[in-house]
Each structure stands twice: as structure tokens, then as C-alpha cells.
């Protein structure tokens, strides 16, 4: 079954292909899974909810378009057969491919969790054990959580598939260029590498580049 994908934005048609190689690559059924790919700007519109004004997310749809939705989704949020829909958001889609493919390998695996085909317990422990060991002066970030954690090297694992490892290192050190983005991805390395010490069957593990 082809993941659906609708949406607006210009590059819509060609990211589709590409979208539907990281869902392929799961091999996980994409049922009642629906993506928009949306060409309005609604980061600082207060009349939409707060989903619509992030990067991406993945929203429950319950069968009825409820307030606070732009009206290019509201037939999707009003379809019976969509239960899901991850969102992409026009600055999400103006940024590079790689950054595209990474958030949308994320949201997948929030919707692989949400509908009870994974779940991450095994992270979860681990996690637990590397806080203990780091003891309470360390400052937790999203990654600290165990669903976001697994969702990132979920995505850093699903796009070295599709696109190879040197394109996901080059793609890595271009995010690492200002601070932020290295101190970010320093600490995704290192959880990495202890989730994976503490527990060898998980395995994705963005080994590569400077620890
Ligand atoms: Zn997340």
C-alpha cells in the first residue's frame, strides 16, 4: 500500500517519491497514515492550534476537522479512513531534502509508535540507567525522552538506508555549524552509544563523525 500524500507545496510531487522510500523502508504499512505537504506559513498564526505552527507533527484525526486547523487539511481531518496525519510545515519543506526526510522518518516513527507497532521500552530503560550514571547535574534535552530519542535514531538509521552514510555525515556536519545544532548532535552520538552499549540489539546508532 502506497503512503498517501497530499498537499500544496511546490515540491510536493517530488518529495512524494522520496517520502514513500523512507515509508517503503520500514516495511510497515502506512494504514489510515496520511502526510500534508502544506505551502502556507502558519508559524506565528494564533488562529491555528499550536500543531500547525511547529515544524512537523503527527495529529490524531478523530473524524471531524475540529477549530484551530488550516482549511488545506480540513478534508483529510474529516476523512474517515485517515486516523493519522503527519504535517509538514512550509518552513520544514524550504529547508534541504535530508533535513525534510529526517523530520518526516521522526513523525513516522511517533505514528509506528502511536498505533502500537513499536514501542520504546528498551530505550526507555536504558535511558534510565544513563541518567543514573550521568548523575543529576546533567541538563536533559528532548533526546533525554525515550520516544524522542528512538524517533531520532530511528531517522538517522532510515535515511542512511536511503541515502548512504557519507551523505547523512556531510548532511550532520552541515546541522553542526553553529552551536546549537553541535551540542545537539553530540549528545544524540553519546546516548547513542550507550543505548547501544547497554543494550546491543537496538540499532541505530549515528556512529560516525566526531563524538
Ligand atoms: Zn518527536
Request: charged letters at 25%.
Amino acid at each position: 500500500m502506497d503512503l498517501r500524500v497530499e498537499g500544496n507545496h511546490s515540491r510536493a510531487d517530488e518529495l512524494r517519491t522520496l517520502l514513500r522510500r523512507v515509508s517503503d523502508s520500514t516495511g510497515i504499512e502506512p494504514v489510515q497514515l496520511a502526510v500534508f505537504l502544506e505551502s502556507v506559513d502558519y508559524a506565528c498564526d494564533a488562529s491555528v492550534g499550536d500543531h500547525f505552527r511547529k515544524p512537523a507533527g503527527l495529529v490524531n484525526c478523530a473524524g471531524t476537522a475540529h477549530e484551530g486547523v488550516p482549511p488545506s487539511v480540513r478534508p483529510l481531518m474529516a476523512d474517515p479512513t485517515c486516523r493519522y496525519l503527519i504535517w509538514l510545515s512550509k518552513p520544514l519543506l524550504d529547508e534541504d531534502t535530508e533535513q525534510i526526510l529526517w523530520v518526516f522518518a521522526h513523525e513516522y516513527r511517533h505514528f509506528m509508535h502511536r498505533s502500537g507497532i513499536v514501542d520504546a521500552n528498551e530505550i526507555a530503560c536504558s535511558l534510565m540507567a544513563i541518567h543514573q550514571n550521568e548523575g543529576t547535574a546533567t541538563q536533559y534535552s528532548n533526546l533525554d525522552r525515550p520516544e524522542e530519542l528512538d524517533c531520532e535514531l530511528f531517522a538517522h538509521e532510515t535515511l542512511t538506508r536511503i541515502l548512504g552514510a557519507e551523505a547523512v555525515h556531510s548532511f550532520i556536519e552541515r546541522r553542526c555549524a553553529d552551536p546549537q545544532g553541535a551540542a545537539y548532535y553530540q549528545r544524540l552520538r553519546y546516548l547513542a552509544r550507550e543505548v547501544k552499549a547497554s543494550n546491543p540489539g537496538v540499532q541505530a546508532t549515528p556512529a560516525s563523525g566526531r563524538a
